[in-house]
C-alpha cells in the first residue's frame, strides 16, 4: 500500500521561499504520478502541481506557474515543490498525491479517483 509523507511547511513573509518534500513507499515510485494540491480556508482543493512517472514533462496551475516547480527524485522515492515567491493567498493546507496517471492529478473531475494522499503540510504566508 502506497504511503506518503509530506514536509517542509511553515510560515513564511510574502516573498520567501519555502521547499516542500514528499516521501514515498510502499510500492515502485518510478510507475506513478506525482501531484502537489492545497487546500485553503472556504476554498475546494485543487490541483497547484503535477509531473508524470517518466519525470517528462509538469503540469503547474496558472497561479502558481512560474513561481513553483516540482521535481521528482527517484533515488530518494520522493518529490518535491519549490515555492518561490510566495504570496499571502498561496497559504493552504498542502498535500501530497500519488496515482497511475497523471490525469487523475489534473483533470478536476477525475480528482474523485485519487485514492493516496499524504497527512498534509500547513503553509502560511504573512502579509
Known amino acids: 500500500q502506497v504511503q506518503l509523507v509530506e514536509s517542509g511547511g511553515g510560515l513564511v513573509q510574502a516573498g520567501g521561499s519555502l521547499r516542500l518534500s514528499c516521501t514515498f513507499s510502499g510500492d515502485t515510485f518510478s510507475s506513478y504520478a506525482m501531484g502537489w494540491f492545497r487546500q485553503a480556508p472556504g476554498k475546494e482543493r485543487e490541483v497547484v502541481a503535477a509531473?508524470?512517472?517518466?519525470?517528462?514533462?509538469?503540469y503547474y496551475a496558472e497561479s502558481v506557474r512560474g513561481r513553483f516547480t516540482i521535481s521528482r527524485h527517484d533515488a530518494n522515492n520522493s518529490v518535491s515543490l519549490q515555492m518561490n515567491s510566495l504570496k499571502y493567498e498561496d497559504t493552504a493546507v498542502y498535500y501530497c498525491a500519488a496515482a497511475t496517471s497523471l490525469v487523475f492529478m489534473v483533470v478536476r473531475t477525475q480528482n474523485q479517483y485519487l485514492k493516496f494522499w499524504g497527512q498534509g503540510t500547513l503553509v502560511t504566508v504573512s502579509s
Open positions: 509531473i508524470p512517472a517518466s519525470g517528462t514533462t509538469t
